[in-house]
């Protein structure tokens, strides 16, 4: 009776089996287009998957639209849709969510701002990550920046390898140069292409711009430069500036559902929204955001977090990793490793709880071949009590398309998920 009274936000209760257990598995990007070098198949049909096309065998496959036109193609929204949570009315950008991962309290006139190292040589973006710039290169870079810019209301903060943020914090007495008509682009999404026409534009672009033409020129004879120069590597040249925002309200999901859950990843945008909606976070060792990541790891955190929480989601990034770097035989690797080592264990676990239903979905495509996310369908599938299954043999994009199962509002997704209304 305590927990039911807890739960007293949920519209539907007498659907829910407390003893249910749920398990989303999100192996990030994975959504792609047919191959030339894989016999005109997408990485997610070559890949041996025996445990992803049983799931798809016992339940279902349908494709769900996650990322609105208007908005940015990215992990922030396709990921907040996926929870639950319309971006149209609940999205205020990326690095407000990051922070949020670093426990980071903004104040109403304080802003957070993705700070990326990145690699750009003849106006070109060579490379969004730096070569994967390690913490301490960070660290000392944003601290060189921190020191010459001299300003009080800017805080470079550390994040997790490239991925790091700047805090504005907005002087109560003065008016915000930042608005939501700000706008910033994602350097992921400028690979290998010129960067000329894409700083910021709108309210306080001339800040951001100089901010980061500041950093390169601190940047230009920096000691963590001479040494990548010895070591055959390439300079990170500049912090870009994107993806600001304001801290999102999101009700808590506990509430909204009637479902505790926890989040296993190694990224902290999907921490952060993890924390946004209530959700515990676990670490699991040797997870590392990349393609070296421990797989094995995640799932083995992910079965002992279901001895206490309703429902637990894993977050892949390794398969959006080899397809910014275009590599397609590393995007089937990941996706096999994903199959063997996280959905078989993990699967498996879960039938041992009786009552369960398990989500197997990307968050949003991306192509190897343009090396950036795209807006468009996503194939997700669905099995366990509640779920008929619909004779699909395979999870794949194009069993997805085949399914004839649609839904263009990727959060309405998440509710039938939990109340298994199909």
Aim: net charge negative.
């Amino acid at each position: 009776m305590e927990r039911l009274h807890a739960l007293g936000g949920f519209k539907d209760l007498a659907r829910i089996s407390l003893a249910m257990k749920y398990v989303i598995i999100i192996p990030d990007g994975c959504a792609d287009y047919p191959v030339e070098s894989l016999g005109g198949k997408t990485p997610l049909q070559a890949a041996h998957t025996p445990n992803m096309d049983a799931v798809a065998q016992a339940g279902l496959v349908g494709q769900s639209d996650n990322v609105p036109a208007h908005l940015p193609a990215g992990s922030e929204v396709a990921n907040m849709t996926l929870f639950g949570y319309d971006p149209n009315r609940f999205f205020t950008g990326r690095a407000p969510i990051e922070a949020a991962a670093q426990g980071i309290v903004l104040g109403p006139n304080d802003w957070a701002i993705r700070c990326n190292t990145v690699t750009i040589l003849d106006q070109i973006m060579v490379d969004f990550t730096a070569d994967h710039a390690s913490n301490q290169e960070a660290r000392e870079i944003l601290a060189a920046v921190q020191n010459t810019l001299a300003d009080d209301r800017l805080e470079f903060t550390p994040g997790v390898s490239y991925r790091n943020l700047l805090i504005y914090r907005g002087p109560a007495t003065e008016a915000s140069p930042f608005s939501k008509e700000t706008r910033t682009r994602a350097p992921h999404d400028l690979t290998d292409n010129s960067i000329i026409d894409d700083f910021p534009r709108g309210p306080g672009c001339d800040l951001l711009s100089e901010w980061m033409q500041t950093s390169a020129e601190v940047l230009g004879n920096h000691p963590v430069n001479a040494q990548r120069k010895q070591q055959g590597r390439h300079p990170i040249t500049h912090l870009w500036l994107w993806g600001l925002g304001k801290t999102p309200s999101l009700e808590n999901f506990a509430q909204r559902f009637g479902v505790q859950g926890a989040m296993i990843t190694a990224v902290d945008l999907l921490r952060g929204l993890a924390a946004l909606v209530g959700w515990e976070r676990i670490e699991a060792p040797g997870a590392t955001g990349y393609l070296d990541t421990d797989y094995g790891s995640k799932a083995r955190t992910a079965i002992a977090a279901l001895e206490k929480h309703d429902l637990v989601c894993v977050h892949i990034e390794a398969p959006d990793e080899a397809s910014h770097e275009g590599r397609v035989d590393e995007k089937v690797k990941a996706l096999e490793a994903i199959d063997r080592d996280i959905v078989g264990p993990l699967h498996q676990a879960l039938k041992t709880y009786g009552d369960y239903r398990i989500l197997i979905t990307p968050d949003h495509p991306t192509p190897v071949s343009t090396k950036k996310h795209s807006h468009g369908w996503v194939p997700f599938t669905i099995a366990g009590k509640g779920i008929p299954a619909d004779r699909s043999s395979s999870y794949d994009e194009i069993a997805a398309a085949q399914s004839g199962l649609q839904i263009p509002n990727g959060w309405e997704l998440m509710p039938r998920f939990i109340q298994g209304d199909w």
